[in-house]
């Protein structure tokens, strides 16, 4: 299975492509910064493409690169805002968080799938990853939602080729003070990953059009 993994000049990234490395899988990595990335495809023994997906430019230049056919794409966000206090931003840092929370998580993903759908195999997978549980109200909760909805939405174009899109968000029972129903529970970035690749296999071939939590054990709306 040919497997396409953006954000993978991230811890989370690397960790999701491990994975799917692991599983056998023909694995090429994609991130904005190429020194990380360079660093990932040595350590995993794979190809890496370099290019910012939230620029329409960078996505054009880097399509030639691309295989011509791909069986899965994960959707991993590459932050670039630094988070701080929220009691002191701005209203330039406000407007900061937002645009990049949307870019990096949402625009990027939408982007991706513009650019290579025509090249997905039916039958194929489309997770993207929502890797922090957002607070309410927030930026993060915008753009959970809005990812959710958006997944749906291409769940239904793709279903016709046989192609399952999902989303896959860390839980609320991630957070601090809940240990889960394991004794020695998994990180949060070992769930996602075997929850992505585990979404690509032809057990979950009735799964699409869902947003779905690892949450160590708790309920999606524990807390």
Not at 17 to 32: K, N, P, Q, S, T
Not at 76 to 93: C, E, F, I, K, N
Not at 96 to 104: H, I, N, P, S, V
């Amino acid at each position: 299975m040919d497997v396409l993994i953006t954000g993978s000049d991230t811890d989370l990234g690397r960790i999701i492509a491990e994975g799917f490395c692991d599983a056998g899988h023909h694995v090429i990595l994609a991130g904005r910064r190429p020194d990380e990335l360079e660093v990932a495809a040595k350590e995993l023994d794979v190809d890496a493409i370099a290019f910012d997906n939230t620029d329409p430019a960078s996505i054009a230049d880097a399509a030639p690169r691309f295989p011509s056919h791909l069986d899965t794409v994960v959707n991993v966000p590459s932050p670039v805002w630094a988070p701080g206090d929220p009691r002191t931003y701005t209203l330039a840092d406000h407007a900061a968080e937002w645009r990049g929370l949307f870019d990096t998580s949402l625009v990027s993903a939408v982007l991706t799938v513009q650019m290579l759908g025509d090249q997905m195999r039916s039958g194929g997978s489309i997770v993207t990853v929502i890797p922090d549980p957002p607070h309410d109200g927030g930026a993060g909760a915008a753009v959970k939602a809005a990812i959710a909805e958006w997944t749906a939405g291409q769940a239904n174009l793709f279903g016709v080729r046989g192609i399952n899109v999902n989303a896959v968000a860390a839980g609320r029972g991630a957070e601090p003070g809940y240990d889960g129903l394991a004794a020695t529970a998994p990180t949060v970035s070992a769930e996602i990953a075997r929850l992505s690749l585990f979404l690509t296999t032809p057990a979950a071939r009735h799964i699409t059009g869902q947003t779905l939590h690892v949450t160590h054990g708790a309920l999606a709306n524990f807390g």
